[in-house]
């Protein structure tokens, strides 16, 4: 025994050493036991250092000296937010040593290398953002031990390998996105069991396989995109309630029934009872690639003739001194650093009440919830006028707050308003597009502030009547957000697959696939006419409202080619002025009724003008609506209607579309008819 402590005294010797040198290194990093973590952190996602500068050895990043990096209550770093920065390198293993981290945002970078499993080790992180790098390897199947992840975002990378079984496993998870990739394999069965799953997006992968049937028992789903891998199979016809959040386009070998562009199955496209899908539960296929098994490890000491009992019990006094040094050191190093934190912070009353009162759940999201960027910066930062309480419009507390947008938040979805994702520009205005939090895609309008209203009630009331607005064939406001800093009135909208109807006119040919066939014509003709009487319509939810600048380039086309009314109720929002010059476009174009130049105003009628001019052009295919009513005129449709159509048109239905657009375009606004009227026709069995 005497020779056995004798071994033990360096080895204790060397623990004490770490301990003071652990002890040290927190008091001369400002308390923060964490920085040589960052320090780590820094060096290998910003080698070259012309990013992190901030980030120093001797700095404190619970004071706002390391940029992107905020702590929690307790003083641990919590959130790391480095989105867009221009970081080149690598994701270190160090990153695990931060073990408080609740949000992980390092996404719009060039960042490459592999994604570390170590990274697994961060069980309190719920967002996990490193979308949009050149990250490559595979999907850690360790992430599955991940339990607070509700946010995983892993799309626009270069990685590879199949999706791990084990992502069934974040039952806490809200959104999985891993769209533009170069993952292979099937989907896993597994992520049927993502009961809290809102949004799945696996598109343009190179993925094989049926959908898993499991995945319909998702109730919190609303999106599952699969578009562009090469699935076969039969679709659930369940997946049908998710209409159009369910995208499945360019998987030739999909079949099913009730699903647009989808043919139907074959006995040879049913799947085998036995084997329902790749990696499914009674799979007789070979296991998931990377799905750890339990380890059997075996040593010298399993086969009993290589190990004697003698020097197997010989080996327990000293396992068990180790432990118990280890566990002594450990003890003494987390007492004197503990002591250390309280002297050096001074930890007050409410930090004493937190530790004796709350339970460790509650803890955890008391922290949790202030960590993540998207919550913890002040609005009061950006210009809002609804901030302090001067709401004398209408707007209830709760409807102000859940369509308010941080800014942060608008900065990281397009890119800190990157070049690469602008979507159009006007002399008031530019417009982006960018993805969201929750994975979805937008697109946000930012109107300088010298160009909105400088009456702030009268502000307000515009803003209000925008957030009123709720349609099926009107773009949908999903919020806005007013900086002080920027100047801008920032709202977000929905963003609109196909661009607008413009692009629809004037074209030669159907090489692209851009020429609108008959029954689309129609369709879109009427869903404009549903948006406008909408609009028009006074009721409780809203007032009557006049659009006032209808054209082909305000109604957007969605991926089904339903059309969607843009920019209702935004001169609410606008200056005078900018609303005038507005104007300029429409008028050379033809929209602008001919009473305006004599009365200045608008009216429901105006609106009906405009929408008559929008008939002509999507009945001719041509956008100069001066030439297509003297054709419509005329009486001869072989005139008018776009020749790309090669005849094939009703030419009842044709000439009736062409009746309402001249009645539509009156001369005086008496002889022209409501929208409601409009209606009414369209909705004849000719139409």
């Known amino acids: 025994m005497g020779r056995a402590a004798a071994a033990l005294l360096p080895l204790l010797s060397l623990l004490l050493q770490v301990v003071h040198l652990y002890v040290a290194t927190a008091v001369g990093a400002g308390g923060n036991a964490e920085v040589s973590v960052l320090m780590e952190l820094k060096a290998s996602l910003d080698p070259e250092g012309r990013v992190l500068s901030s980030w120093t050895a001797e700095g404190d990043p619970c004071r706002g000296a390391f940029e992107g990096v905020a702590c929690n209550e307790l003083g641990k770093v919590a959130n790391i937010s480095l989105q867009g920065k221009g970081l080149a390198g690598a994701i270190s293993p160090a990153v695990a040593g931060l073990r408080s981290l609740s ?41 599955g031990n991940m339990a607070s992840l509700q946010v995983l975002q892993l799309c626009y990378n270069q990685l590879t390998g199949s999706i791990p079984n084990q992502l069934g496993l974040l039952k806490n998870l809200s959104v999985l996105a891993l769209q533009s990739n170069r993952l292979t394999g099937a989907i896993p069965a597994s992520l049927g069991d993502l009961t809290r799953l809102t949004r799945l997006d696996l598109s343009f992968n190179q993925l094989f396989g049926s959908i898993p049937g499991k995945i319909i028992q998702v109730s919190a789903l609303i999106v599952l995109d699969v578009r562009n891998n090469t699935l076969s199979g039969n679709v659930p016809s369940e997946l049908r309630r998710l209409e159009e959040g369910f ?64 020097s197997r019990s010989s080996a327990i006094p000293v396992v068990i001194g180790l432990i118990a040094v280890v566990a002594g050191v450990t003890a003494l190093g987390a007492l004197g650093f503990t002591v250390y934190r309280r002297q050096k912070q001074k930890i007050g009353s409410s930090l004493a009440i937190l530790d004796s009162r709350l339970s460790t759940d509650l803890t955890k999201d008391v922290y949790r919830r202030s960590a993540s960027p998207l919550i913890s910066l002040e609005y009061a930062n950006g210009w809002d006028p609804l901030a302090d309480g001067r709401s004398g419009v209408g707007f209830s507390q709760e409807v102000s707050q859940s369509f308010r947008f941080n800014l942060e938040e608008v900065e990281s979805a397009t890119q800190y308003f990157s070049e690469i994702n602008l979507l159009g520009r006007s002399s008031f205005a530019a417009t982006y597009k960018g993805i969201l939090r929750d994975g979805s895609v937008v697109a946000i309008k930012s109107i300088s502030k010298t160009s909105c209203r400088s009456d702030e009630a009268e502000f307000l009331k515009g803003l209000k009547l925008l957030i009123s607005l709720q349609h099926e064939n009107l773009v949908r406001l999903r919020g806005f957000c007013c900086s002080r800093g920027r100047g801008e009135c920032l709202l977000v909208y929905d963003f609109v697959a196909n661009g607008s109807l413009l692009q629809y006119l004037d074209v ?20 404009v006419a549903r948006g406008i009487e909408y609009l028009h319509t006074n009721r409780t939810s809203k007032p009557s409202l006049v659009h006032q600048n209808i054209s082909a380039e305000k109604v957007l086309i969605d991926h089904h080619f339903k059309p969607l009314i843009s920019g209702s109720g935004l001169h609410k929002l606008l200056a005078d002025d900018v609303v005038f010059s507005t104007l300029k476009a429409s008028a050379a174009m033809g929209y602008l009724a001919p009473e305006y130049t004599t009365t200045g105003r608008f009216t429901e009628k105006s609106d009906v003008y405009a929408f008559g001019v929008i008939i002509l052009q999507i009945l001719s295919g041509k956008q100069k609506a001066s030439l297509l009513r003297l054709g419509a005129e005329s009486g001869k449709l072989e005139d008018l209607i776009d020749e790309n159509l090669q ?32 209606i009414q026709e369209l909705s004849s069995s000719t139409c």
């Open 647 to 678: 005849g094939n048109y009703p030419r009842l239905e044709a000439a009736k579309l062409a009746g309402i657009a001249l009645v539509c375009t009156a001369e005086a606004p008496s002889q022209r008819p409501t929208i409601a009227a409009v």
């Open 103 to 143: 949000g992980l945002y390092l996404h719009y970078n060039m960042l490459s290398g592999e994604i570390p499993p170590e990274i697994s080790n961060l069980t309190e992180l719920s967002d996990l953002y490193l979308n949009v790098n050149n990250l490559s390897g595979g999907v850690p199947p360790e992430i």
């Open 247 to 310: 995208q499945y386009e360019n998987n030739s070998d999909l079949c099913g029934v009730g699903f647009p562009s989808l043919r139907a199955c074959s006995s040879a496209d049913l799947v085998n009872p036995s084997r329902p899908e790749p990696y499914g539960p009674g799979s007789n296929g070979p296991s998931p690639k990377g799905i750890p098994q339990s380890a059997n490890i075996k040593t010298d000491c399993s086969n009993n003739t290589h190990c004697t009992s003698s």
């Open 508 to 527: 030669e040919g159907n090489q692209d696939g851009s020429v609108l066939d008959w029954p689309k014509r129609v369709a879109i003709i009427k869903g």
